[in-house]
Structure formats: structure tokens, C-alpha cells
């Protein structure tokens, strides 16, 4: 009987590796490692209003539209909606309103944002989650790219004031990416996500502004 070869076994596990990272397609997220991350990053717009308006701004929580448009391209882009994050747990809707909230409290926009209504006149913020995600792509260079598709409207006393939505992907190769080059995916991920919510939110509140001029006080 011929022995065989010592590092037969060696190849094989190479070659399965090798065959596993190409079954899994372009997206490569679904690789990444639990916990190989800080906490979701601070991102702060620095978006200062120009004007505050005289409404109580009430910032429903977001509601999570994400399986319904897995696969729709986003911004214009060859990026999709996707199933693939790094939040392992966390809630998107709980996130996402944080950051609304704190955004649109930095920014003196309104006089006031609460979570909870607090008389007829408030001005009611609607939020659906259609995209709020991370891909990476690629072999032996993986680009990581965060995806986030919002549908926000905005109500007063039953009148739409405005209803649109706002979407941005964020790669690490562009120059809003303020991460590092050289970290785990999973990290890559969250910096990515946090970067192209922070983006959206830029021209979420430049045009809400631009539209609070038109409602009534």
C-alpha cells in the first residue's frame, strides 16, 4: 500500500476553506466572529439648525421593515438590503431612535424632542426600517460596505408634513469611513453601519429643516 502523502491533510483543509469562502458568494459577513468588536460607534453629524422651530418633535420608535425589502438595491448603488449585521441581538429600532433623538436634540431644530407625546399640536416622527445592515465582498480584498434605508414621515394633527426617504451606503474605502483599515470585520462592520446613519441623518435634518419653514407654528 502507497502511504499517503503527510500533507494530504493539510491540502484538503486548505481546499475546503478555500471552497467554503466561495460557496458563501459575495458576501462574506456571514463569516465574521462573534464579539470582535467594540460597541456600536458614537457617530455625531455636528448638524447645527439655522433656525429652531416653536414644535414638541416626538420621535416614534422606529418600526423594523428589514425583511421585506432584502435585496433591493439602496442609494442608487450595486449595494442591497440585507440579513447580514453585527449587532448579534442588539434592536435596530432601539438604535436608530437613539440616534434620531440625540441628533435632532443637538441639532435645536425643535424646541423640544421627547419619545412620548405630550399634547395634540406635537409633531409626530414615523420611521420604517427598510435597510440597516453590512456586506463584504470579496477574496483576498473584502470591501465592507454599511447600508441604511430609512422611510421617515412626519405628522401633525393628522396632516403629512413630510414623507420620504433617505438612504446611504457607506464603504470602507470612501471618505466618510472613519475607521481603520486594518481591523476584524466584525468591527468594520459597525463602523460602516454607524458611518452611512450618520451620513442619512445629515440630509435627513437639512431637509426637515428645509421643509419646517412652510408649517405651521
Not at 416614534?60 to 438590503?81: C, F, I, L, M, N
Not at 431644530?109 to 414615523?126: A, E, Q, Y
Not at 453590512?134 to 470591501?143: E, H, L, N, P, Y
Amino acid at each position: 500500500m502507497t502511504p499517503k502523502p503527510r500533507f494530504a491533510g493539510s491540502v484538503l483543509t486548505v481546499a475546503l476553506i478555500v471552497l467554503v469562502l466561495f460557496v458563501c458568494g459575495c458576501n462574506r459577513s456571514a463569516l465574521r466572529v462573534p464579539g470582535a468588536s467594540l460597541s456600536f460607534p458614537e457617530s455625531p453629524t455636528g448638524y447645527t439648525a439655522k433656525t429652531t422651530y416653536p414644535h414638541v418633535l416626538v420621535v416614534s420608535t422606529p418600526v423594523d421593515q428589514r425583511p421585506q425589502h432584502y435585496g433591493e438595491r439602496v442609494a442608487g448603488t450595486k449595494w442591497k438590503g440585507c440579513s447580514t449585521d453585527p449587532l448579534w441581538g442588539s434592536d435596530a429600532s432601539q438604535i436608530i431612535q437613539q440616534r434620531l433623538v440625540k441628533e435632532l436634540q443637538a441639532s435645536n431644530l425643535f424646541s423640544k424632542v421627547s419619545t412620548t407625546p405630550t399634547g395634540p399640536d406635537d409633531v409626530i416622527m414615523k420611521t420604517e426600517i427598510h435597510a440597516f445592515c453590512s456586506q463584504s465582498v470579496g477574496f483576498f480584498i473584502v470591501r465592507v460596505a454599511g447600508i441604511t434605508s430609512l422611510r421617515v414621515t412626519v405628522e401633525q394633527n393628522g396632516k403629512v408634513l413630510l414623507d420620504r426617504k433617505f438612504e446611504k451606503v457607506v464603504t470602507d474605502a470612501d471618505k466618510e469611513y472613519t475607521g481603520s483599515q486594518v481591523t476584524f470585520l466584525e468591527q468594520a462592520m459597525k463602523v460602516t453601519m454607524a458611518d452611512s446613519l450618520r451620513e442619512l441623518l445629515k440630509d435627513m435634518l437639512k431637509q426637515t429643516e428645509a421643509d419646517a419653514k412652510s408649517w405651521s407654528s
